[in-house]
């Protein structure tokens, strides 16, 4: 079995940052950030491969940074410039060929 473990999540106000860790119990081939806003179904934040290969959705693509210590299988994502709309439950993610993993989420909200 496989754990994520998840910090970094809080209260901000608009324009502001945060930075979320993840730490997983083995090293992934394949890490991730996917989140979920009330009313709107769980979407992919940023993913990034052991080889750091990084994929990004287009509403965070230039103020959002994933990255990962393999040494210390954890996995951040920097969040910049913070909206409203970024306000979700953020969820770490694992995959491997045959299984997928997931943390227990942490609350982002931004507001003023």
């Known amino acids: 079995q496989v754990q994520l473990v998840e910090s970094g999540g809080g209260l901000v106000q608009p324009g502001g940052s945060l930075r979320l860790s993840c730490a997983a119990s083995?090293?992934?081939?394949?890490m991730g950030w996917y989140r979920q806003a009330p009313g709107k179904g769980r979407e992919l934040v940023a993913a990034?491969?052991?080889?750091?290969?990084?994929n990004y959705a287009d509403s965070v693509k230039g103020r959002f940074t994933i990255s990962r210590d393999n040494a210390k299988n954890t996995v951040y994502l920097q969040m910049n410039s913070l909206k409203p709309e970024d306000t979700a439950v953020y969820y770490c993610n694992g995959q491997t060929p045959l299984h997928i993993y997931w943390g227990q989420g942490t609350q982002v909200t931004v507001s003023s």
């Open positions: 990034i491969t052991r080889g750091n290969n990084i």
């Open positions: 083995e090293n992934i081939f394949k």
